[in-house]
Nanobody
Framework: QVQLVESGGGLVQVGGSLRLSCVVS????????MGWYRQAPGKQRELVAT???????NYADSVKGRFTISRDNAKNTVYLQMNSLKPEDTAVYYC??????????WGQGTQVTVSS
C-alpha cells in the first residue's frame, strides 16, 4: 500500500516560486512512474506533471514551462518546482503513482495559495 507525505506548500504572491516534496513509502519507488495532481476548490482533481521511472517528464499545458517535476530515487522523493505562479495555480497538491489504481490511497496534500 503506497503511503505519501506531501509538503512545501504555502502562501505566495503572483510570480513567486515554491518547491513541493513528496516522500513515498510502501512501494518500490524506483520502478514506479509518479505524478503530481492538484485540486482547486469546486473542481475535479487534475494531473499536472508526470515523471517516469527513467526520468522522462510530461506536463499539462497549463503548467508547461513554469513547473518542473523531478525525483530522487535515493530518498524515495518526488519534487515539483513551481515558478511564475498564477492565481489559477491555487489548489491542494497531491502526488501519487502513475497509473493510480482505485486502491492507492491519497496523502493529505499540501495547500498552495497564490495571492494577487
Amino acid at each position: 500500500q503506497v503511503q505519501l507525505v506531501e509538503s512545501g506548500g504555502g502562501l505566495v504572491q503572483v510570480g513567486g516560486s515554491l518547491r513541493l516534496s513528496c516522500v513515498v513509502s510502501g512501494i518500490i519507488f524506483t520502478i514506479n512512474d509518479m505524478g503530481w495532481y492538484r485540486q482547486a476548490p469546486g473542481k475535479q482533481r487534475e494531473l499536472v506533471a508526470t515523471i517516469t521511472k527513467g526520468g522522462v517528464t510530461n506536463y499539462a499545458d497549463s503548467v508547461k514551462g513554469r513547473f518542473t517535476i523531478s525525483r530522487d530515487n535515493a530518498k524515495n522523493t518526488v519534487y515539483l518546482q513551481m515558478n511564475s505562479l498564477k492565481p489559477e495555480d491555487t489548489a491542494v497538491y497531491y502526488c501519487n503513482k502513475i497509473p493510480k489504481h482505485w486502491y492507492d490511497a491519497w496523502g493529505q496534500g499540501t495547500q498552495v495559495t497564490v495571492s494577487s
